[in-house]
């Protein structure tokens, strides 16, 4: 079974400054996809970005980028000039592209890191 | 464009009571999917539906818990003689197939007292 890993429960940042948030995961499939979702104290689920498994380049979306690195199956989510609106919770997630059984569109989470933004 | 809409935002329930939580899919999506999240922890997958049919309710519990998907109106997942350890944010999403991007609700804070 696939997991995910997210080993900072908690972080911190100056406003402006860059901070990068860490996740493994586990698998023995070779075609999946990859997303950080951001969770305000709205409690909305916000996909943050994605990352095809199949793609050596590492997504981008404005200040938010991130370091996929599929031999280590590790997927770290970089957030560059760091804003006030940043701080929420954000999860890693993973979910399998193969053989669309069942399981099919299942995301599974990590536990969340929990980012402060200091002003 | 509305997006998926959940309600009740908050709903409390006494223990031994029945919840019902319902999911609006955004327009055109005809894919479903709950997830729970416990206190501190991520979002953990329930069940997977399409209209009318129960694709993978792997992550549901045995008991006491039952999801539908109508050909018409929201989905509905149902929470039978609550118990407080039912006491949780429970999140929909939806997609337009079942391998695009899930777009999820605001979620339903069930408190059981």
């Known amino acids: 079974a696939q997991t995910v890993t997210q080993s900072q429960p908690e972080m911190s940042v100056q406003e402006a400054e860059t901070v990068t948030l860490s996740c493994t995961y586990d698998t023995s499939e070779s075609d999946y996809y990859l997303f950080w979702y951001k969770q305000p104290p709205s409690r909305q689920m916000i996909l943050v970005i994605r990352q095809e498994a199949y793609k050596q380049q590492n997504a981008t979306e404005n200040r938010f980028s991130v370091n996929f690195q599929k031999a280590a199956k590790s997927f770290s989510l970089k957030i560059s000039d760091s804003q006030l609106g940043d701080a929420a919770m954000y999860f890693c997630a993973y979910r399998s592209a193969g053989n669309y059984g069942g399981s099919q569109g299942n995301l599974i989470f990590g536990k969340g890191t929990k980012l402060s933004v200091k002003p | 464009n509305a997006g998926v809409m959940q309600n009740p935002r908050h709903l409390v329930r006494r223990r031994g009571q029945e919840a019902r939580l319902r999911c609006s899919p955004m327009?055109?999506?005809?894919?479903v999917y709950w997830y729970r999240q416990l206190p501190e922890e991520g979002l953990k997958f329930m069940v997977y539906?399409?209209?009318?049919?129960?694709?993978?309710e792997s992550g549901m519990p045995k008991e006491r818990f039952s999801a539908e998907f109508p050909k018409e109106g929201p989905s509905i997942l149902r929470i039978q003689q609550v118990v407080r350890g039912d006491s949780a944010a429970y999140f929909c999403?939806?997609?337009?197939?079942?391998?695009?991007?899930?777009?999820f609700g605001n979620g339903t804070r069930l408190t059981v007292t």
């Open positions: 999403a939806s997609s337009p197939i079942g391998k695009g991007d899930l777009h």
């Open positions: 539906l399409q209209k009318e049919n129960i694709i993978d």
């Open positions: 327009k055109g999506h005809s894919h």
